[in-house]
């Protein structure tokens, strides 16, 4: 059972346009979530956090929203760079599963210019 | 300040041998986690070290070990390889402080099992 869920495999979008990246998660206890990126032949480049007792957390072009009740997340990239093709990833954890973090299977942007 | 090195960056081993890949984390992180990363199952997490312990382990058999030293490197090995053990590992370090904390990775070491 996928208890990190990113139900869309690809997205493509415009260069200048936004980009939103969604993502859901199953299990309550989830507090702290994070978004990473990915380029071939690389590690996960970290990109931004937020933790459960915000419902917002911007960083630049990167904002990421958390709907707890929703247990729903989104990162959303303004405007989006062709250089921000990469594939996304976001990843959750709680205070007991320490840096046990779960994650999604992926998304893959594309930015066209 | 350099990244997270991973060496080697690609191995190529007989299923039944065994195989030990290490991770210098970032200066000043004391914290190591271990993933593996297939294309069926994506990233799942191995096993967490801090300060020389295992504080987290994750859901891989026992054949899956690993250790940290006292300058925080961390080494990861993986007895009688199966063919299904072909994955990119990679790890990652962080500076945990209170409540939860960014982890950066390594660029990781692809391991095939033939």
């Known amino acids: 059972d996928q208890q990190v869920k990113q139900n869309s495999p690809s997205l493509s979008v415009q260069e200048g346009r936004i980009s939103i990246l969604n993502c859901d998660y199953t299990n309550s206890m989830f507090d702290y979530f994070l978004w990473y990126k990915k380029y071939p032949a690389e590690g996960p480049t970290f990109l931004i956090s937020i933790s459960s007792i915000k419902d917002k957390n911007e960083d630049g072009r990167f904002t990421v929203f958390l709907n707890k009740s929703a247990k729903h997340l989104s990162l959303h990239i303004v405007p989006s760079q062709p250089g921000d093709s990469a594939v996304y990833f976001c990843a959750a954890s709680a205070v007991n599963y320490g840096q046990n973090f779960v994650f999604g299977p992926g998304t893959r942007l594309s930015v066209l210019p | 300040k350099a990244g997270v090195t991973q060496t080697p960056r690609y191995l190529i081993k007989t299923r039944g041998q065994q195989v030990t890949l290490s991770c210098s984390p970032i200066s000043g992180h004391r914290s190591v986690s271990w993933y593996q990363q297939t294309p069926g199952q994506g990233l799942q997490f191995l096993f967490e070290?801090?300060?020389?312990?295992?504080?987290n382990k994750g859901n891989f058999p026992g054949r899956f070990s690993g250790r940290q030293f006292s300058n925080s490197r961390s080494e990861m090995n993986v007895s009688t390889l199966e063919l299904g053990d072909s994955a990119l590992y990679l790890c990652?370090?962080?500076?945990?402080?209170?409540?939860?904390?960014?982890?950066?990775f390594g660029p990781g070491t692809r391991l095939t099992v033939t």
């Open positions: 990652a370090s962080s500076n945990p402080g209170q409540g939860y904390y960014e982890q950066y």
């Open positions: 070290y801090f300060s020389e312990t295992q504080r």
